[in-house]
């Protein structure tokens, strides 16, 4: 499974990537909307994208606009996670095309028991440890 994680705070990227010790994912990161819109194309598509809303060159929002007009891809699944709190913005996120939405901080068992529920208890990245 191929996961791009998307935040300009290099420890918050840690931190999401420790949440994926020991499962079966492919992990890309980037710091900002454009280098993730590039590392997604890059990749040939992925299936799961974190990102923050607030970062600088393309916000997440922007980012996650910018992945549902191109169609050259199956649509990953995605959550954002922000310090955005307003209900608005969760709104506006969830339209644009994000699966959830989470506040930060977070901790790292509620991430993963939001990912159980987007992609399904079952699936390949929880039932398969890495070799």
Known sequence: MKVLIVDDSRFVRKVIRKCFDGLDVNLREAADGKD???NFRSMGG????LTDWNMPVMDGLEFVQELARDSGFPA???VMITTENEQFKIVQAIE???DDYMMKPFQPDELLNRLRNILGPDHEMFSKARA
């Open 36 to 38: 993730a819109l590039e």
């Open 46 to 49: 992925c299936d799961l994208i």
């Open 96 to 98: 644009a095309g994000c």
């Open 76 to 78: 990953p699944k995605i």
